[in-house]
Every structure is written in structure tokens, then in C-alpha cells.
């Protein structure tokens, strides 16, 4: 080649391939999965040492499901967003703290009646072969053991156990627990309501019923046996305008069809379609909260944030049909009463 034609060829093609160059396609680098230890603890929030502690447990999560932002994360994250949301955790939540617990099983999914050596997870977690909606966990040791890698036992004031299992399940207890199906986040609601707040189902069951009396409604915040207004529990929320026509004497409660009555037309003690708790419930909770932190209860005080969403909360309820009643909380409280002869199985 020619001087001038080799000068001329390098001139017209460095462009071309310095812009070849920039152009070109570069390699695909995956971020390296990171993935949460057996026994990892995260403090998710914290805000009041002195707070309420929530420690979030997951049985069933085998090592692909713990990577940091993976399945279990995604269905903590699920919950404990939703949680806040609801009154009245939204309005006091900068008195909560979450832990997280990490926990890897060799299997995933609950087992069926009491867990065998071939299909057992970390907390052993099973549904009852009989009532089938009802999801519990053996091995309370191994819990236990878990819950005090965060906190110490007195101070888990809220445990949450997720199994990571599709079936629609939960149960109240010592430890509220639900299953990842999509209403995971109602049920866990709903069972917190037991096992924190100290409240009752509120729905009818002839099954349930069968098994207890109604003046077992007198154990509880949210039902009563009288429909005297003077007389009965929430009567302090009457004659209140922020409530009227909300807290009123409904009919029902306690699985009675009759001679137990409830506060509200509804609330997720009743069915998940109801977003809230009732009142009273409301009040319950405060209740329990300022009992931890060593601080007086002051039914003004409460007032002064509680009764700003009042209607709103009301307005949600009457808007949500058709009703489910399908809650866990009752019957695994009788079956554990049954079973284990607990004077007090929810607490």
C-alpha cells in the first residue's frame, strides 16, 4: 500500500473504531446475592428503649428465601408496613421497636398434623389435620431460644411467627402466626389483637360456642353480656359525639348469636374485611402499650388522638363487603385449651 493510502485508511478508520469501541456491548456483572446467617438478628426500627418490642420470626424460609431483600424480607416488609397503617400502632408508633429474626430450615411449607423428622422446620410449624385453617408451632424450646437472640423473653412483646406456606392459616396464642397467603397481613392484624391487645373474636360460631359460655365474654375488652348502656364496658364512649353513632351495642360476639354483644358493627376482630379495630379495642391496646412503658393511662389523653379518626375508621368499615369470617384466633385458643389445659391460652 501506497504512503498516502495507508494515511489515509488510518484516519478514516480510528473513528470508526474508537466509536465501535464506545458503542460496544459490555459484559453483564450480577450483583453477588447476599444472604442473612442462621440466628442473624436486624433491628428493622428502632425508636423507645423503653417501647414495645416486636420480634418477627419465619419458619419454613429455606437459604434462597433469606438473601437480604428476598422472600422473607418481602413478606416482613408486607406486614410490619401494613401494621402501621392501622390505628392505633400509625398514631404511636414512635413507641415501637421491630426485630427480625433470620432462621433457615431445611423445608419449606408447614406440615400436616404434628410434624414428623422427615418434614420439620426450624419452629416445626404444622396445621391442625383437623381444623385445617389452623397453623401452629411445636416446638416452642427452639422459639424461645430464637426470640432471646433479639431481646430477652419478658421483653418480646410482640412475637410474630410468618411460615412460609401458601394455605390460607394462623393462629393467636403467645405467638401470633400467619401463613404468606395474600390476606397474610389481615390475619397477622387480627391475631396481634389477641395475643397483645388481649381481645376476643367477635364473630358467630356454633362450634366455638359449643365449647365455652357466654359469660366467658366478660373476660374481655370488646364484649359484654349486658346491652345496659350505663352498665356496660364501653359505656364511657356513649356519650361521646366523636363516636356517635359508631360505638353503640351490637348484637353478637364471643361466637354467640345472642346475649353477648359487641361495640361496633364491625372490626377486624369480627373479619378481615373490616380494616380497624373498634374503639374500645383501640383503647385496650393503648392500654397495654402504656403498661409496658410504665406510663399512666389517660382515657383523655387517648381521646385527644384517637377520636380525629373515628369516623374516618368507621367509613372504611361500612364500605367493605362481602364479610369473612373465617378468622383462626378462637379455635386455636380452644384447641390449645383443650390440648394443654391453659387457663388463659392466649395471653
Given at each position: 500500500?501506497?504512503?498516502?493510502?495507508?494515511?489515509?485508511?488510518?484516519?478514516?478508520?480510528?473513528?470508526?473504531?474508537?466509536?465501535?469501541?464506545?458503542?460496544?456491548?459490555?459484559?453483564?456483572?450480577?450483583?453477588?446475592?447476599?444472604?442473612?446467617?442462621?440466628?442473624?438478628?436486624?433491628?428493622?426500627?428502632?425508636?423507645?428503649?423503653?417501647?414495645?418490642?416486636?420480634?418477627?420470626?419465619?419458619?419454613?424460609?429455606?437459604?434462597?428465601?433469606?438473601?437480604?431483600?428476598?422472600?422473607?424480607?418481602?413478606?416482613?416488609?408486607?406486614?410490619?408496613?401494613?401494621?402501621?397503617?392501622?390505628?392505633?400502632?400509625?398514631?404511636?408508633?414512635?413507641?415501637?421497636?421491630?426485630?427480625?429474626?433470620?432462621?433457615?430450615?431445611?423445608?419449606?411449607?408447614?406440615?400436616?398434623?404434628?410434624?414428623?423428622?422427615?418434614?420439620?422446620?426450624?419452629?416445626?410449624?404444622?396445621?391442625?389435620?383437623?381444623?385445617?385453617?389452623?397453623?401452629?408451632?411445636?416446638?416452642?424450646?427452639?422459639?424461645?431460644?430464637?426470640?432471646?437472640?433479639?431481646?430477652?423473653?419478658?421483653?418480646?412483646h410482640i412475637v410474630l411467627m410468618i411460615v412460609n406456606d401458601p394455605i390460607y392459616g394462623g393462629s393467636g396464642g403467645y405467638y401470633s402466626t400467619t401463613s404468606v397467603d395474600p390476606n397474610?397481613?389481615?390475619?397477622?392484624?387480627?391475631?396481634?389483637?389477641?395475643?397483645?391487645?388481649?381481645?376476643?373474636?367477635?364473630?358467630?360460631?356454633?362450634?366455638?360456642?359449643?365449647?365455652?359460655?357466654?359469660?366467658?365474654?366478660?373476660?374481655?375488652?370488646?364484649?359484654?353480656?349486658?346491652?345496659?348502656?350505663?352498665?356496660?364496658?364501653?359505656?364511657?364512649?356513649?356519650?361521646?359525639?366523636?363516636?356517635?353513632?359508631?360505638?353503640?351495642?351490637?348484637?353478637?360476639?364471643?361466637?354467640?348469636?345472642?346475649?353477648?354483644?359487641?361495640?361496633?358493627?364491625?372490626?377486624?376482630?369480627?373479619?378481615?374485611?373490616?380494616?380497624?379495630?373498634?374503639?374500645?379495642?383501640?383503647?385496650?391496646?393503648?392500654?397495654?402499650?402504656?403498661?409496658?412503658?410504665?406510663?399512666?393511662?389517660?382515657?383523655?389523653?387517648?381521646?385527644?388522638?384517637?377520636?380525629?379518626?373515628?369516623?374516618?375508621?368507621?367509613?372504611?368499615?361500612?364500605?367493605?363487603?362481602?364479610?369473612?369470617?373465617?378468622?383462626?384466633?378462637?379455635m386455636a385458643r380452644m384447641h390449645w385449651l383443650r390440648k394443654i389445659k391453659l387457663q388463659q391460652p392466649h395471653k
Amino acid at each position: 500500500m501506497k504512503p498516502g493510502c495507508l494515511i489515509l485508511f488510518l484516519l478514516l478508520s480510528t473513528p470508526l473504531f474508537s466509536c465501535h469501541k464506545k458503542a460496544g456491548i459490555q459484559p453483564v456483572v450480577h450483583p453477588q446475592l447476599v444472604y442473612h446467617q442462621d440466628g442473624d438478628v436486624k433491628q428493622l426500627m428502632y425508636n423507645d428503649p423503653n417501647g414495645v418490642n416486636i420480634i418477627v420470626l419465619g419458619d419454613a424460609f429455606v437459604k434462597d428465601d433469606l438473601d437480604t431483600g428476598g422472600f422473607y424480607d418481602q413478606q416482613v416488609k408486607k406486614i410490619t408496613d401494613y401494621m402501621f397503617t392501622v390505628e392505633p400502632y400509625k398514631e404511636y408508633k414512635q413507641h415501637f421497636n421491630i426485630y427480625v429474626v433470620y432462621a433457615q430450615s431445611n423445608n419449606r411449607r408447614a406440615a400436616v398434623g404434628t410434624p414428623t423428622d422427615a418434614d420439620r422446620t426450624k419452629f416445626s410449624s404444622y396445621f391442625d389435620s383437623q381444623v385445617t385453617r389452623l397453623l401452629m408451632i411445636a416446638n416452642q424450646d427452639v422459639t424461645d431460644t430464637y426470640i432471646e437472640k433479639a431481646v430477652p423473653l419478658d421483653h418480646a412483646h410482640i412475637v410474630l411467627m410468618i411460615v412460609n406456606d401458601p394455605i390460607y392459616g394462623g393462629s393467636g396464642g403467645y405467638y401470633s402466626t400467619t401463613s404468606v397467603d395474600p390476606n397474610s397481613k389481615y390475619i397477622a392484624i387480627h391475631e396481634i389483637g389477641h395475643s397483645f391487645g388481649g381481645l376476643t373474636d367477635e364473630y358467630e360460631d356454633d362450634q366455638l360456642a359449643a365449647f365455652t359460655t357466654r359469660a366467658g365474654a366478660l373476660a374481655y375488652p370488646n364484649t359484654d353480656t349486658t346491652k345496659d348502656p350505663l352498665k356496660i364496658k364501653w359505656a364511657h364512649f356513649l356519650d361521646k359525639n366523636a363516636y356517635r353513632p359508631v360505638v353503640n351495642i351490637f348484637a353478637g360476639g364471643y361466637y354467640f348469636a345472642n346475649g353477648v354483644y359487641r361495640p361496633e358493627r364491625g372490626s377486624v376482630m369480627l373479619a378481615y374485611n373490616y380494616l380497624n379495630y373498634n374503639a374500645p379495642s383501640r383503647e385496650a391496646i393503648v392500654k397495654r402499650m402504656d403498661s409496658i412503658m410504665h406510663v399512666p393511662f389517660d382515657f383523655n389523653d387517648f381521646l385527644k388522638i384517637d377520636s380525629l379518626d373515628a369516623q374516618s375508621i368507621v367509613i372504611a368499615q361500612f364500605g367493605l363487603q362481602p364479610i369473612r369470617h373465617d378468622f383462626i384466633g378462637g379455635m386455636a385458643r380452644m384447641h390449645w385449651l383443650r390440648k394443654i389445659k391453659l387457663q388463659q391460652p392466649h395471653k
